[in-house]
Structures are given as structure tokens and as C-alpha cells.
């Protein structure tokens, strides 16, 4: 079992369960659009790319932007209602920053809206740093994302893994030169991020930590 010095950490579904969240502010923007609101089932399927990537599931081209302006002004109001922590999130933050690993953030939810999550679920005293949209020109899986990640925390890839829930998790990784564990908390099965080329897929954050200790 690999020691890694650098924990990056996916958000939504992964961190943070925040699709109740997210669901909502679909189902608020759509029908404004001449969309019927989505299943929460459609909204999982869709998200992990990004909101502009997300909405063009939902809508075409021309409104992706005005979409985009009201899904985020409702998620504004609403962004600290439903999110709650993942099982295991907080003992996994505790356990890695006493074994003396650097946590950080790595997502691509906007940059102000994980920090406004992460300090109302009091996540952000083990963080060195979130990482989100907005924060920079790119998103997973960009290389110079990770590339940015890295540099920003001092770390080296051979020591950094990342734990997410999607493929756009698993090719931001490799992109970056570095490891992905997953979780099926989020959007995608065990057989799916397996497929993709996840290094290890675990039922919940649980299960990450106590490999994690292992190593």
C-alpha cells in the first residue's frame, strides 16, 4: 500500500453531499428556460465537468450562459441548506492531517462556493487549500490544473493521490502524473471507475481512510 504525502480531495459527491443542493438549483433554473426540471438521477448523470458542461446536457448552446447566471444566483441563496459531510469525511481529514499528509481540496465547483461549504461543514481547518472553478483558467481534467495543484502545495506527483468519484477525477490524475482512488458514494458505479482506470474504488471515505492509515 502506497504513503502519500499530498491527499487531494474531490468535492461533490465525493467530500460533500451537496446533490440535494445541486438538484435543487436545476430544478429551479430549467423550467425558466422551457426545460422540464430533471430527475435528481439526470442531475448526477450530468455533473462533474464543470456547471457550463453540466448545463449543456439540459439546455442548448445559446442559453448555456443565462442558465448558468441563474442556476448559480439560486445556488447562492441556497448553498448551505442540504450540504452535509460524506460518512468518514471528518475522520478522514483528522486521521491524514495527525499522520501528517497535506490536505487539500481539488474540484470543480466553483471556488466560492467549495470554500463557503467547506467552512460551514468545518472541513477547511485541515485544508491547505481549496481548489475550484474560477480559481484559475482550467478544470479537471486539464493537466494545468493539476499542474497548478501541485505547485501551489509544494508537491510531488509520485507522492499525490487524488480521491473522487467520477472519470473526469481519474483523468485529471493521470493528467497530473499522480494516483486516483475512488468512491461510489457520488455519480458513477465500482465497474465504471474501474473502467476508467481508478488505481483502487472503495464503498465510502471509511474505507479510504483505513487504507490510507495502512499505508
Known amino acids: 500500500m502506497a504513503s502519500f504525502a499530498t491527499i487531494l480531495l474531490d468535492l461533490d459527491g465525493t467530500l460533500v453531499d451537496a446533490f440535494t443542493t445541486i438538484h435543487r438549483a436545476y430544478v429551479h433554473t430549467l423550467p425558466q428556460f422551457g426545460r422540464p426540471a430533471p430527475t435528481i438521477d439526470q442531475v448526477r448523470r450530468a455533473v462533474g465537468g464543470g456547471l457550463e458542461n453540466a448545463m449543456r446536457h439540459f439546455v442548448p448552446e445559446e442559453l448555456v450562459a443565462a442558465a448558468v ?3 448559480i444566483a439560486y445556488t447562492n441563496e441556497i448553498l448551505l441548506e442540504d450540504a452535509k459531510l460524506m460518512p468518514g469525511a471528518l475522520e478522514l481529514l483528522r486521521d491524514q492531517q495527525a499522520r501528517g499528509a497535506i490536505l487539500a481540496v481539488f474540484t470543480n465547483k466553483r471556488g466560492d462556493h467549495a470554500r463557503a461549504v467547506c467552512a460551514h461543514l468545518g472541513a477547511t481547518p485541515y485544508l491547505k487549500a481549496i481548489f475550484g472553478a ?5 478544470l479537471k481534467p486539464q493537466p494545468e ?5 501541485l ?9 499525490t493521490v487524488l480521491i473522487g468519484d467520477s472519470p473526469f477525477d481519474v483523468q485529471a490524475a493521470h493528467a497530473g502524473g499522480f494516483a486516483c482512488w475512488c468512491v461510489t458514494t457520488g455519480t458513477h458505479t465500482a465497474a465504471q471507475l474501474q473502467a476508467a482506470g481508478a488505481e483502487a474504488v472503495y464503498p465510502d471515505l471509511l474505507a479510504v481512510n483505513a487504507a490510507l492509515s495502512r499505508g
Open 69 to 71: 447566471k441563474v442556476h
Open 134 to 138: 474560477k480559481d484559475t483558467p482550467w
Open 145 to 149: 490544473f493539476a499542474a497548478h495543484a
Open 151 to 159: 505547485r501551489a502545495l509544494g508537491a510531488r506527483a509520485e507522492t
